[in-house]
């Protein structure tokens, strides 16, 4: 290996390992989240993004598209699944929490979403 490659691989494992601690401010009660960090609750994670990132390195424009669609859609139904899971266990609340998608074209700020809300 190169002093790049060790350099990157370095600066990886520091950014894995100060993102891998639950941040002080992380909700373990029942209570509902702010809605900041509710719009965060949808957004891909560092870890999906780079492996998006080398999912989609030297395609083109539209491979890129169908493979980040399909891997979002593929996420999505792993959220659910797993939601499903635990509410047959009984450990999720009434309603599910989905992760939402990028807004109808010509949807306004009034809102296409419903919050994630089913």
Do not use: C, Y
Request: hydrophobic share 40%.
């Amino acid at each position: 290996m190169n002093t790049k490659q060790m350099a990157v691989i370095s600066a990886m494992i520091a950014v894995s390992a100060s993102l891998s601690a639950a941040p002080a401010h992380a909700q373990t009660s029942g209570q509902a989240a702010s809605p900041a960090a509710q719009q965060q609750l949808g957004q891909a994670s560092f870890f999906e993004r780079v492996g998006d990132w080398f999912a989609t390195v030297g395609k083109s424009s539209g491979e890129k598209q169908v493979i980040l669609a399909e891997r979002r859609a593929k996420r999505e139904a792993d959220d659910l699944a797993d939601q499903a899971k635990k509410a047959a266990a009984g450990e999720l609340p009434d309603r599910v929490e989905s992760r939402p998608g990028p807004a109808a074209p010509g949807a306004g700020a009034s809102g296409a979403q419903t919050g994630g809300q089913l």
